[in-house]
């Protein structure tokens, strides 16, 4: 059960100032965490959905754009390395807010799995399954013993707290 900010897997919407997002390349020693973006511009720099995992690493940053079959600009993926997950994370919104959902293999007890990291500003933006929209909450509203949904995609998946 979750009980407060900073269980596994609940953290609250988040917001930086003053930063700059660069991308982040591992020293020699450390541990290398893969790093998938989408972007709503050409050059993947305006992150708007971050993917962190311990998957394969690419020799070097890519930056794939994805356009529509009219072959207008749709969106761009890039594929790099982090040494840091918080520290990228306080850098990749670009003082935005954010939300961090973190996935385990199972029970919450074992390994991080990965950790996937939404603009929170309430837009649609597209990521990895379609596009997205979240919005920071304007009211506090009572804590429910229910399931409570906090972002639903624009192609019916839905993400939420059980």
């Not at 930063?19 to 720099?45: H, I, K, M, P, Q």
């Amino acid at each position: 059960m979750l009980t407060s900010v900073g269980d596994p897997i609940l953290y609250p919407i988040a917001s930086a100032t003053d930063v700059t997002r660069t991308w982040g390349l591992a020293l020699a020693g450390s541990v290398e965490l893969n790093l998938e973006t989408y972007s709503e511009d050409s050059s993947c720099s305006k992150i708007v959905y971050a993917e962190i995992g311990t998957g394969n690493c690419p020799e070097s940053p890519t930056c794939t754009i994805k356009n529509d079959d009219n072959g207008e600009f749709l969106d761009a993926a890039g594929e790099s390395c982090i040494e840091d997950r918080d520290t990228y994370l306080q850098t990749a919104f670009e003082g935005a807010s954010y939300l961090t959902i973190e996935t385990y293999s199972s029970n919450c007890v074992g390994d991080l799995y990965d950790t996937r990291s939404y603009l929170a500003d309430g837009k649609y933006h597209p990521y990895k399954f379609g596009h997205f929209k979240i919005a920071e909450a304007t009211t506090k509203r009572p804590r429910c013993s229910y399931p409570i949904q906090v972002a639903t995609p624009v192609n019916g998946t839905k993400i939420g707290l059980l």
